[in-house]
């Protein structure tokens, strides 16, 4: 199974702060058609998960831009610019290039 | 809009089997993948399976012969079957469209206990 690990599994920020969450795969998440199926999630608390990214980098319609996923083949990461209370949550990553599906551990964003 | 809808027992037996339903509106379960996700105490999650468009399915190996998923085309739900369940299985079931994870249902909690 690919491993998707996450890091930190716990950030503390203030309201205003930017923070990163890496997530880094034990495996290229390039599939054989050349794109790389690694999106974001937020699990907000008492919600379902919502996604945030798909494919690395595309916004869903609705989230602000002060979110933003880069990265490649294995290594990839999640901005959050300007922390606002309500991007208060859980984040994880998951990989549906190779079977079976995976998710990061999580990174639990929570208020200074 | 669409919309995902879970339903089942809370509370399940050792051994016994655990099923749930996923009802989908606003999107037809004829088209793309639909599957099951949970999410265990603390925060980890797993993939579980999917049925897809056509009614084939796809299972996560560590639930080896446990799951099956099937479906009712006519009342567009689809249903998670798994058998011989631990408290290990303790979790909450999701249930969601795949595999870009658009659109996911409120969540069932389930435990497992005697």
């Known amino acids: 199974d690919v491993v998707m690990t996450q890091t930190p599994p716990s950030l503390s920020v203030a309201i205003g702060q930017s923070v990163s969450i890496s997530c880094k795969s034990s495996?290229?998440?390039?599939?054989?058609?050349?794109?790389?199926?690694l999106h974001w999630l937020l699990q907000s608390s008492g919600r379902s998960p919502k996604r945030l990214i798909y494919?690395?980098?595309n916004l869903d319609s609705g989230v602000p831009d002060r979110f933003s996923g880069t990265g490649s083949q294995k290594d990839f990461t999640l901005k959050i610019s300007r922390v606002e209370a309500k991007d208060l949550g859980v984040y994880y990553c998951a990989q549906t290039t190779h079977f079976p599906w995976t998710f990061g551990g999580g990174t639990k964003l929570e208020l200074k | 809009e669409v919309q995902l809808q879970e339903s089942g027992p809370g509370l399940v037996k050792p051994s016994q089997s655990l099923s749930l339903t996923c009802s989908v509106t606003g999107y037809s379960i004829t088209s793309n993948y639909w599957g099951w996700i949970r999410k265990f105490p603390g925060n980890k999650m797993e993939w579980m399976g999917y049925i897809s468009y056509s009614g084939s399915t796809s299972y996560n190996p560590s639930l080896k012969s446990r799951i099956s998923i099937t479906r009712d085309t006519s009342k567009n739900q689809f249903f998670l079957q798994l058998n011989s369940v631990t408290t290990e299985d303790t979790a909450t079931y999701y249930c969601a469209d795949l595999p870009f994870f658009d659109y996911w249902g409120q969540g069932v909690m389930v435990t497992v206990s005697s």
């Open positions: 495996q290229s998440l390039v599939y054989s058609d050349g794109k790389t199926y």
């Open positions: 494919q690395v980098s």
